[in-house]
C-alpha cells in the first residue's frame, strides 16, 4: 500500500513538473505563422478516413508501384548506394535531368551549375524562396493554389500579392499582373498544369508574361510538377493532327482519283463508241464480202 502511494505520488510530480516546464516555455514559443493551420488536404483526408469516403481532395495514386521500381530501389540498396551525395544531387542524376530537359526543350544545360535535386516538389519551391527572397519584397501569386506558396513566402518576410484567377476558365488576367507590379515585386509566382483547376498557360500566356518581365529584374519561379501530364496531353494533340493530316490527305488522294475518273470516263466513252461503230462496220462489210 506504502509503494502505491509512493508511485502515484512520483508520478503526479511528474505530471506537474512537465506542466510547469510548458507553462514556461510557451511565451518563448510563437509561431513564425500563426495564421496557418492545419491544411485542408489533412482535414479531408482526416474526414474521408473517419467516414470511409473516397477522397477527392488529395492526389492519392490509385495505382500499386511499379515493379520495375521496386526492383531498381532493392537492387539499389543490396549495391550499398546508401551514401551521402553531392548537395546539389547526386551527379549521375542530374545529368540525366539535363539530358531529358535537352530532349525536351532543347536548351543544353550545365548539371554541376544549373540543376539541384530536393527531396520533394514542396521542399523544391522552399528552397527556390529562400533562396532569393528578403524581407520587404513582393511575390505575386494566383489563387486557388498549391497551400505551401503563401506560407513559404511569408516565413522568408515577402509579402504575397495574391490575384485570382479568372473564373471558369481559371486564366491569368495579365492586365491586373501589370498594375499589380511595383519596384518590390521580386518575383511571379507560376503553376502549369495548374493545381488544383488543371489550366494549362498558353501560347499567348507565355507572350504576355514576356512582355511583362522584359527589361525588368523579375524573377519567375515555374513549378511544373504535372509538366508529363501536358506533354502527354500534346502527343495526343499531335497525333489527332497527324491522323486528321492522314485523313485529309486520303480524302485529297480519293477527290484526285474521282477526277480523274471522271477524265478517264469523259474520254473513254466516246472512244468505246468509236470502237463498238468501227467494230459494226468491219463486220458489215465481211458479211457482204462473204455473200
Not at 542524376?93 to 535535386?117: A, S, W
Not at 520587404?136 to 515577402?158: L, Q, R
Not at 513549378?223 to 490527305?249: A, G, H, P
Request: glycine share 6%; proline share 5%.
Amino acid at each position: 500500500m506504502i509503494l502505491s502511494f509512493v508511485i502515484y505520488d512520483c508520478l503526479v510530480f511528474a505530471y506537474n513538473f512537465q506542466q510547469s516546464i510548458i507553462l514556461q516555455l510557451e511565451p518563448f514559443i510563437n509561431s513564425k505563422l500563426p495564421e496557418v493551420g492545419t491544411t485542408i488536404f489533412t482535414e479531408m483526408s482526416v474526414l474521408a478516413t473517419r467516414h470511409q469516403a473516397i477522397n477527392l481532395g488529395q492526389g492519392y495514386p490509385d495505382f500499386m508501384m511499379s515493379e520495375e521500381l521496386i526492383s531498381l530501389v532493392n537492387d539499389a540498396m543490396r549495391k550499398g548506394h546508401n551514401q551521402y551525395v553531392h548537395m546539389n544531387g547526386l551527379q549521375s542524376l542530374r545529368e540525366n535531368i539535363c539530358q531529358k530537359i535537352q530532349e525536351l526543350y532543347g536548351p543544353v544545360l550545365n548539371p554541376d551549375e544549373t540543376i539541384t535535386v530536393t527531396p520533394g516538389g514542396t521542399y523544391a519551391i522552399y528552397t527556390a524562396l529562400t533562396t532569393v527572397l528578403r524581407p520587404g519584397d513582393e511575390v505575386i501569386v494566383f489563387e486557388p493554389g498549391y497551400d505551401s506558396y503563401i506560407p513559404n513566402i511569408v516565413v522568408n518576410g515577402a509579402t504575397p500579392v495574391v490575384l485570382q484567377l479568372s473564373f471558369p476558365d481559371y486564366r491569368i488576367d495579365w492586365e491586373m499582373v501589370k498594375q499589380k507590379i511595383t519596384p518590390r515585386t521580386k518575383m511571379i509566382m507560376l503553376n502549369t498544369p495548374h493545381n488544383p483547376t488543371g489550366a494549362v498557360l498558353s501560347d499567348h500566356d507565355i507572350e504576355e508574361l514576356k512582355k511583362i518581365v522584359e527589361g525588368t529584374d523579375l524573377m519567375i519561379l515555374s513549378d511544373e510538377q504535372r509538366q508529363e501530364i501536358e506533354r502527354f496531353q500534346q502527343q495526343k494533340l499531335e497525333i489527332r493532327k497527324e491522323l486528321r493530316q492522314v485523313r485529309r490527305n486520303l480524302l485529297s488522294d480519293i477527290d484526285n482519283l474521282g477526277t480523274w475518273l471522271k477524265v478517264i470516263n469523259v474520254m473513254l466513252v466516246p472512244l468505246l463508241v468509236a470502237l463498238l461503230a468501227l467494230g459494226v462496220f468491219v463486220m458489215r462489210n465481211r458479211r457482204r464480202s462473204a455473200t
